[in-house]
């Protein structure tokens, strides 16, 4: 099966509210995680990325937390904008050229 | 523009046909993949190139032949597909392997 997964399929969002994005990874050796964002007809776009030697990353609008002890990864979205709504993916680095993909979130931000 | 561009956009072949997928990375990264992408299904990782040599082949059906002939291109060469190859097949690139993969926009598929 698949080595990273993502606890809900969809999110429902208020314009303006903060999204949480879990993810769960299985391979504790993994020690390079991406989050990508997904619009559609379109390909994955990077959004941030978190190594194995840190617990939080920040971007514009963005936080990626990594606990390696539970293996869970989450994306913190701030003030969700409906330009938001896309299907979110994390991925795990299995080694030098493997990414391994969640199956992905479908965020809807309502207005 | 992402700086990987996939042609076409959209494909429809029937199982008799051969057709090419191309993609080229406008990024001068040396690392090359293809991902295919099912509905409701995880990115499913298809081959890998670094410096134009094959590095990972994840267990793909031989009716997919992927060629790089640079570092700059890659082609998929689809031949006596089948109705369930149909999906959103990805190319993507990286500066080596441990980092962040960017992506095409895809060529939809169309198996009949």
């Known amino acids: 099966g698949e080595s990273v997964g993502l606890h809900l399929p969809t999110l429902s969002v208020q314009e303006g509210d903060n999204s949480i994005i879990n993810c769960a990874y299985s391979n504790s050796a993994s020690d390079y995680f991406i989050w990508y964002k997904q619009e559609s007809g379109k390909g994955p776009q990077f959004i941030i990325d978190i190594r194995s030697n840190m617990d939080k990353r920040q971007g514009q609008r963005v936080t990626v937390l990594l606990n390696k002890t539970v293996k869970h990864l989450s994306l913190q979205i701030a003030a969700t904008q409906p330009g938001d709504s896309a299907v979110y993916f994390c991925?795990?680095?299995?080694?030098?050229?493997?990414?391994?993909f969640g199956a992905g979130t479908t965020v809807t931000v309502r207005a | 523009e992402t700086g990987v561009t996939q042609t076409p956009r959209h494909l429809v072949m029937g199982m008799t046909n051969k057709k090419s997928l191309k993609c080229e990375q406008h990024?001068?990264?040396?690392?090359m993949y293809w991902y295919k992408q099912s509905a409701k299904k995880p990115l499913e990782l298809m081959f890998v190139?670094?410096?134009?040599?094959?590095?990972e082949n994840n267990s793909v059906p031989s009716r997919f032949s992927p060629e790089c002939p640079n570092s700059s291109h890659l082609f998929l060469h689809l031949h006596t597909l089948q109705p369930e190859d149909s999906a959103l097949y990805l190319c993507?690139?990286?500066?080596?392997?441990?980092?962040?993969?960017?992506f095409g926009q895809g060529t939809r598929l169309t198996v009949v």
């Open positions: 991925a795990e680095n299995l080694n030098d050229y493997k990414l391994s």
């Open positions: 993507a690139s990286s500066q080596d392997g441990f980092a962040e993969a960017f």
């Open positions: 990024l001068g990264h040396n690392a």
């Open positions: 190139y670094s410096l134009e040599e094959r590095v």
